[in-house]
């Protein structure tokens, strides 16, 4: 496995790969991550993973600066995976120059997380433009567990014509079915207890057994702080009727002072 931190020598080493599969991450990795490098692998032999913090979709007061970072760990769970490349670029590499040209993706970016964490999807959408534009992948494989990221990046390559499929990989979960996420590490003990809450109480959304409002309730109750508790309409995340046949379920919410996001579709 090469690992490449500028994109002469990223670029070198995919010039003679054919299809490329890409998997982007922030890194301290975990079986979430492995899923879907698992799927890219299925998509093409040369696998390449971007790790890096993209301090654009932080905004001030979030957790950039204490995001866990565990490279040489990383890098020895892709190496076992068979991945080919990994793309580890610092900031002096992808960002030289403060980056004033940005993606101003869809309305939609501004509901749910949006809501919450403005101009964060506009650092998440500069961010994997440069990814792809300096991986120049076929196919790139984003994680349900991000959903609304998973939408914008679809409509992005869409209206932006960019010459790459993307590919949607599962939300793997504990087996008490807390989603895997590098921010669990930060939950104490009697919070990643109650951690799977979250989706059980969306599964109870789904399910027809709580509306939206009364999940927010619910969570609070049991000492959560939600942001909001949505079901929306799979393809591009409008609000969702009855009718609608292919629906999700979004939340996000503050455990202690870990926010914890997750989603579910029926
Ligand atoms: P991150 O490192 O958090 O930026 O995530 C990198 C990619 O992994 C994104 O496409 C995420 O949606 C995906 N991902 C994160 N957690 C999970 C999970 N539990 N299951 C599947 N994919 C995940």
């Known amino acids: 496995m090469r690992i490449a931190n500028d994109v002469a020598s990223l670029r070198h080493a995919c010039a003679q790969a054919g299809t490329v599969a890409f998997v982007p991450t922030m890194g301290n990795l975990h079986e979430g991550h492995?899923?879907?490098?698992?799927?890219?692998?299925?998509?093409a032999e040369f696998v390449v993973v971007s790790i890096f913090v993209n301090r654009l979709q932080f905004l001030p007061g979030e957790d950039f600066d204490r995001y866990p970072r565990t490279f040489e760990r990383d890098c020895r769970m892709l190496e076992a995976e068979g991945v080919r490349l990994v793309f580890a670029p610092d900031e002096t590499v992808l960002y030289p120059q403060p980056q004033t040209y940005r993606v101003a993706p869809a309305p939609m970016a501004e509901e749910l997380e949006g809501r919450f964490r403005p101009g964060f999807f506009t650092g998440v959408c500069t961010v994997v433009l440069k990814l792809l534009n300096c991986v120049q992948p076929t196919v790139a494989v984003f994680g349900k567990k991000d959903y609304q990221q998973?939408?914008?990046?679809?409509?992005?390559?869409?209206?932006?014509?960019?010459?790459?499929?993307?590919?949607?990989g599962e939300t793997v979960r504990e087996a008490d079915g807390l989603a895997m996420s590098s921010r669990n590490g930060y939950l104490s003990a009697a919070e990643r207890a109650e951690g799977p809450?979250?989706?059980?109480?969306?599964?109870?959304?789904?399910?027809?057994?709580?509306?939206?409002?009364?999940?927010?309730?619910?969570?609070?109750?049991?000492?959560?702080?939600?942001?909001?508790?949505?079901?929306?309409?799979?393809?591009?995340?409008?609000?969702?009727g009855n009718e609608d046949q292919e629906r999700v379920v979004l939340a996000a919410a503050r455990l202690g002072t870990t926010r914890l996001i997750d989603s579910l579709e029926f």
Do not use: C, F, N
């Open 34 to 43: 492995l899923s879907l490098v698992r799927l890219a692998k299925r998509q």
């Open 150 to 168: 998973l939408v914008l990046i679809q409509g992005m390559v869409r209206q932006l014509d960019l010459p790459v499929r993307i590919l949607p």
């Open 197 to 240: 809450r979250l989706h059980r109480t969306l599964r109870a959304v789904a399910d027809g057994k709580l509306t939206s409002e009364a999940a927010v309730a619910d969570l609070s109750r049991h000492g959560w702080q939600p942001d909001y508790v949505e079901i929306r309409r799979r393809g591009d995340l409008a609000p969702a």
